[in-house]
């Protein structure tokens, strides 16, 4: 089970991210001082989605894994199955750690998809874990029925998605916090409930709707927490990534 901060590295490009990365070297070096032996020891576990990937192409990936970085890929495919499977083979083989799929797309679809990932990521010893967006955290419940015509209420579709996942064989599903308990009754202990909106005590909100601290989301079963500005709008970047992990882990 992971239990680890991710840092959304929601940047335009690759100089950017590394930049922002570089900070974190300093504590490896020993820099800046730094007490936790299993921060210093790690390199921060990154989130790279659309607009990075689509800026930089493939190649970022390359250069966070050379850096050794663990990296969550977030390009929530969502297609017919043949594309997805044959587009996450591709995925596969870029030695992420982590990607994800729409559970809309359906069971098939996301059989297809962690089909194809395995084929992918055949060389590799360590298998990239595939997890389902459920409702996107955008999606409201009027949205759910009016646009999306599911008259259903939010709770039971994002449960009934993330059962879907399960079947499909997925890892687990990105949801709030608020909804890892019952993800994990529902799917089991194992099921991995990765969670963003997460933000630090005294933090904007920003345009999170439903937002957790990092000790109340370890409380809530979340096994993955997801900060972005909390830590990279921060002029203290390192020492809020710090306290996530401290009160996370
Ligand atoms: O800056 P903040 O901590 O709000 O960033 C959260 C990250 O998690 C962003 O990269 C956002 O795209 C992503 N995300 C989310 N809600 C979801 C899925 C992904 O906020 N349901």
Redesign the pocket.
Known sequence: MGKDVII?C?FASTDETVRFLDKFNKIREGIVACDDISVRASRPYV?I?MELFYAEGPQIIKILKERGHNVFL?LKLHDIPNTVGKAMQVIGGYGVDMVNVHAAGSIEMMKAAKHGLMLGAIRYAEKPKLIA?TQ??SIDEEALRKELLIDMPMDKVVAQYALNAKAAGLDGV?CSAHEAATIHQLCGEDFLTVT???RLEGDAV?D?KRIMTPVEAKKAGSDYI?????ITASDKAVDVYRKACEDFK
């Open positions: 959304a929601d989130k989605g977030d967006v996107l955290t990105v963003p909106g997460i920003g999170q997801v900060v972005g500005r909390s």
